[in-house]
């Protein structure tokens, strides 16, 4: 199920500057700071509650996949420090983690104990390069919450093409209480505040992305609120089999 780069939509010009953003902001300015989220080192009540939000939506995402990945190809898209590559690879999968911060993708490199690192491939660039392969699952956690909705489509469409059965995604609801929540966050300091996000209506994306994929209907749809964690667990399923 290859295709070939010409035949699949080209990221917009905000797509690649959002990215370089991303980039930077992952690799140098939160590394350390997303380093201590997603370990057991004590951290603020704020962050806290971010990370068991991250814990509760990786658990939701691991438990719509197979419990037996075994002869399963994974794209875990936005790897991060590889927590759920980790539990994706102890289930048997052949996992592709990539990420666009280079010092979390090394972190996750060295967090994966050593019986799991065969089945693991770390990659540090874009989640929709066509050079990664065919996936039989793409699993995107808080990866495509930094990108709007128009972008979110455009990358959704180019991993498609390239995935056999499903594709699991997270997104930020707007709710006038995440609003809120989101303007009292600038009030924290600089060390407690994650990057902005994009929260979008979940009929909007739904309905934009049934007209982008035909071949793809939404599943199951999932909501996780921990204090200053809210994001929605979607499951995209192909239906052109």
Do not use: K
């Not at 990786?58 to 991060?80: M, Y």
């Amino acid at each position: 199920m290859t295709v070939s780069p010409a035949s699949t939509p080209t990221p917009p010009a905000t797509y690649l500057e959002r990215r370089a953003w991303l980039e930077e902001y992952f690799d140098r300015t939160a590394a350390d700071a997303w380093a201590a989220l997603t370990s057991d080192a004590e951290v603020s009540g704020v962050r806290a509650r971010v990370r068991a939000g991250r814990e509760r939506m990786r658990a939701t995402l691991a438990d719509w996949l197979p419990t037996d990945l075994a002869g399963a190809r994974v794209l875990d898209a936005g790897c991060g420090p590889g927590q759920l590559t980790t539990d994706l690879a102890a289930r048997g999968a052949t996992v592709v983690a990539v990420d666009l911060s280079r010092t979390l993708v090394e972190l996750a490199r060295e967090r994966l104990p050593v019986a799991l690192r065969p089945q693991v491939t770390f990659v540090a660039g874009d989640m929709l390069s066509a050079a990664l392969g065919d996936f039989d699952y793409v699993v995107a956690m808080d990866s495509l919450i930094h990108y709007r909705l128009a972008e979110t489509v455009v990358a959704l469409g180019r991993l498609a093409p390239r995935t056999r059965t499903a594709m699991l995604v997270t997104r930020i609801p707007r709710t006038p209480v995440l609003g809120t929540l989101l303007g009292v966050g600038r009030l924290f300091p600089r060390r407690d505040r994650s990057p902005s996000v994009e929260p979008v209506r979940p009929a909007a994306w739904n309905a934009a992305v049934a007209r982008a994929l035909p071949f793809w209907q939404v599943n199951r749809e999932h909501r996780i609120s921990a204090g200053f964690y809210t994001s929605e667990a979607v499951e995209l399923l192909r239906c052109d089999a």
